[in-house]
């Protein structure tokens, strides 16, 4: 089970684009609780003026894209580029949605303590692990299991299994396995 405030969704696509004006909207999507973003590549007399915008669920569940609130992002493909897209989509969200009550939502016992087996010493690693990376960005994603975080990275997002293995252990702090197997959660970095 994979936690990202209510839900976490990552979606990929990118078509084969040989022109040289391009505006497509839906390259990518990304879903925060009721807030997403959505990449539309738009190459216009060969200047990049894609962007990453804002949406939001109505609600009647339907997403609305707001054309207003956006930054400009330009996709650099080669190595890693999926995870910078996926970083800089879950970065927006964050900065840009107004979450209700904010600071409790984004919390660690927001995300963990309702799992029977989350522990104060689950609590404690994590403290630990913010202090030792300096983090004060939230935690953003909470995997259940290994076969969750492979899900996620390999099926979703097209990393093999190696890279996502190395991304675990990469030693920068986004990720950190909890004590006694109760899981992974990211943090946004």
């Not at 996709?75 to 970083?87: A, I, Q, S, Y």
């Not at 989350?118 to 290994?146: G, M, Q, V």
């Not at 890279?163 to 006694?180: C, S, T, V, W």
Request: negative net charge; glycine residues 8%.
């Amino acid at each position: 089970m994979r936690l990202m405030l209510e839900r976490n969704r990552f979606e990929l696509h990118f078509g084969i684009i040989n022109k040289t004006d391009v505006d497509m909207w839906g390259c990518a999507y990304c879903f925060m609780d009721d807030y997403g973003a959505e990449y539309n590549l738009c190459i216009e007399d060969g200047k990049d003026n894609s962007a990453i915008y804002l949406m939001r669920r109505d609600l009647s569940g339907n997403w609305d894209t707001d054309g207003s609130r956006f930054i400009p992002y330009k996709v650099t493909f080669g190595k890693g580029w999926k995870k910078e897209l996926r970083k800089a989509m879950e970065k927006f969200i964050i900065e840009n949605a107004d979450f209700e009550q904010e600071s409790d939502k984004l919390t660690i016992s927001h995300y963990l303590s309702h799992f029977k087996d989350y522990s104060e010493n689950d609590d404690i690693c994590l403290k630990r692990h913010r202090k030792r990376y300096n983090l004060t960005d939230p935690i953003i994603a909470y995997y259940r299991t290994w076969d969750d975080f492979v899900e996620d990275w390999c099926d979703n997002t097209g990393f093999t299994n190696s890279e996502a293995r190395k991304m675990l252990h990469g030693g920068k702090g986004e990720f950190k396995q909890l004590p006694n197997g109760h899981g992974i959660v990211r943090f946004l970095v």
